[in-house]
Each structure stands twice: as structure tokens, then as C-alpha cells.
């Protein structure tokens, strides 16, 4: 099993920044990719970015060049530092951790809106 915690979210103005945080525990050894979806009201949860073992990431469009998503394999940690938001950009987002069998590890969310 896999447990996320995530930290971070809150209220920002348009063109503000936060960074979300998570906390990994558990078999993380069976973990292959981590990564952050958003789910706005009245949508489905979409991919956000993602991290793989390697290195190697991929960003949904409408975030490439605003967010970028990090690790601390020390710490356990991935982060998404989001920068430029935008009023769009609110949603509740969601840690995620995918084992190398496909199952998929969700954190309970953390809600982020932007407003002025």
C-alpha cells in the first residue's frame, strides 16, 4: 500500500504562485511515476503533470511553462510549483502515485482557488 498527504493549496490572486506538496509512504518501492491531476467543478479530474523514476516529465498543455513538477526521493517528496495561475487553474488537486502494475494511489486532494 501507498499512502500521499498532500499540503500546499489556498487562495491566490491571479498571476500569483503556490506550491503543493506530497508526502509519499509505503511500498514506494513499487512506484513507477508520480504525479498531480486537478479536478474544477463540473469537470473530470485531468491530468496536471507527471514524474517518472527516470527523470523523464510531461505536462498537460494548459500548465506547460506556469508549473513545474519536482521530487526529493531524500525527503519522499513531489512538488508542483505553480506560478502565473490563472482563474482556470482553480480545482481541487490530487496527488498521485502509479505502481509499475498500474494501480493508481490518490491523495485526498487539497483545494487551490484563484481569485482576486
Known amino acids: 500500500q501507498v499512502q500521499l498527504a498532500e499540503s500546499g493549496g489556498g487562495l491566490v490572486q491571479p498571476g500569483g504562485s503556490l506550491r503543493l506538496s506530497c508526502v509519499v509512504s509505503?511500498?514506494?518501492?513499487?512506484?513507477?511515476?508520480r504525479g498531480w491531476y486537478r479536478q474544477a467543478p463540473g469537470k473530470q479530474r485531468e491530468l496536471v503533470a507527471t514524474?517518472?523514476?527516470?527523470?523523464?516529465?510531461n505536462y498537460a498543455d494548459s500548465v506547460k511553462g506556469r508549473f513545474t513538477i519536482s521530487r526529493d526521493n531524500a525527503k519522499n517528496t513531489v512538488s508542483l510549483q505553480m506560478n502565473s495561475l490563472k482563474p482556470e487553474d482553480t480545482a481541487v488537486y490530487y496527488c498521485?502515485?502509479?505502481?509499475?502494475?498500474?494501480?493508481?494511489?490518490w491523495g485526498e486532494g487539497t483545494l487551490v482557488t484563484v481569485s482576486s
Open positions: 498521485n502515485s502509479r505502481s509499475y502494475s498500474g494501480i493508481n494511489y
Open positions: 509505503g511500498s514506494i518501492f513499487s512506484i513507477n511515476a
Open positions: 514524474i517518472f523514476n527516470g527523470g523523464s516529465t
